[in-house]
Each structure stands twice: as structure tokens, then as C-alpha cells.
């Protein structure tokens, strides 16, 4: 994270990352898990499963300083968003999104694929195909997506 501050990348991905909402003015990515005052460490991708949704998170984080252990404890509210738009998934049947929209696949850094989704229908036994891939229409999702798109457009 440190190197993608230095090279303004943590401000163009700040709708990802947050930061601007996160940390404090001047703070400065830390190039170790090593932190010196005024310094930041980003940790990202971590997912956190609960039942139902909480007001908050309470975060601890156990730490050295001058060789006394202390802990720090911050609560963070949680807010449930919900979207102003509606979504009909255009495929019938069960899909797979192997690859979506995330700083760690290939389509974020591909501007015309930015937010593409990498789907794969999944039969009833929840196999990606039948067969022994032999041919492509071994494939349950081979040609559905063609065809809905026609169907879309007539």
C-alpha cells in the first residue's frame, strides 16, 4: 500500500480503498507491519461473517510499544446500504461468479472490463460441465449468455 500512495494510486482507487474516509490527513502508509506515528497500515479482503446485521464492530489491536504490550480498542458502525436501483439477473438457472469486480482480479486493471463478472452455470449435481470437457458445449453456461443476449435484443 505504501508504494501505491507514493505513486498516486491509493487516491484514483480511493472508491475501493476508503482511505479518504478511513484515515487522517498526512498519514502515511507504512512500508512494514511496523508502525511509526502518523503511519497507517491498510488491511483489506478480510471477511468477517455474523448472523444478522450489527450496529457495530469492536476492533482490538494488540501492539508493542517500547517493549510494553498494550491493546487499542475502536468501535465502528455498521451501515446498512441499500441500493436505490433493482436488478433482474438477465440468465436462469444456478450461476458461479468465478471473477468480479475487486482490486485482486484481472478485470480491475483493464479499464473496459472493469466491472465484468466472469459467470459459469452450474448443472444440478453443481458441476461446471458434463462430460470429460471434451468439447466446448460439454459446458452448462456454453452459448446460454449468446443466446439471452439475442433474445434481449429482438
Do not use: C
Not at 482490538?60 to 468501535?75: P, S
Not at 440468465?91 to 482480479?105: E, F, Q
Not at 471434451?134 to 443476449?149: A, I, N, Q, V, W
Request: charge should be neutral; proline fraction near 3%.
Amino acid at each position: 500500500m505504501k508504494a501505491y500512495q507514493e505513486g498516486g494510486i491509493l487516491e484514483l482507487y480511493d472508491f475501493f480503498f476508503q482511505t479518504s474516509r478511513s484515515l487522517p490527513k498526512g498519514a502515511v502508509m507504512s512500508g512494514s507491519t511496523a508502525l511509526s506515528h502518523h503511519q497507517a497500515l491498510l488491511i483489506s479482503q478480510s471477511s468477517l461473517l455474523v448472523r444478522g446485521l450489527p450496529d457495530a464492530l469492536e476492533i482490538t489491536v494488540a501492539f508493542n510499544q517500547g517493549g510494553n504490550e498494550k491493546a487499542a480498542t475502536r468501535t465502528i458502525p455498521v451501515h446498512d446500504h441499500k441500493s436505490e436501483n433493482e436488478y433482474i439477473f438477465p440468465l436462469k438457472g444456478v450461476w458461479y461468479n468465478h471473477a468480479g469486480a475487486s482490486i485482486r482480479t484481472h478485470h480491475r486493471w483493464v479499464s473496459n472490463e472493469e466491472f465484468a463478472l466472469d459467470l459459469v452455470k452450474l448443472g444440478t449435481d453443481g458441476a461446471i460441465r458434463k462430460g470429460e470437457k471434451e468439447h466446448p458445449t460439454d459446458y452448462y453456461s456454453y452459448g446460454e449468455m449468446f443466446m439471452r443476449l439475442q433474445m434481449a435484443r429482438s
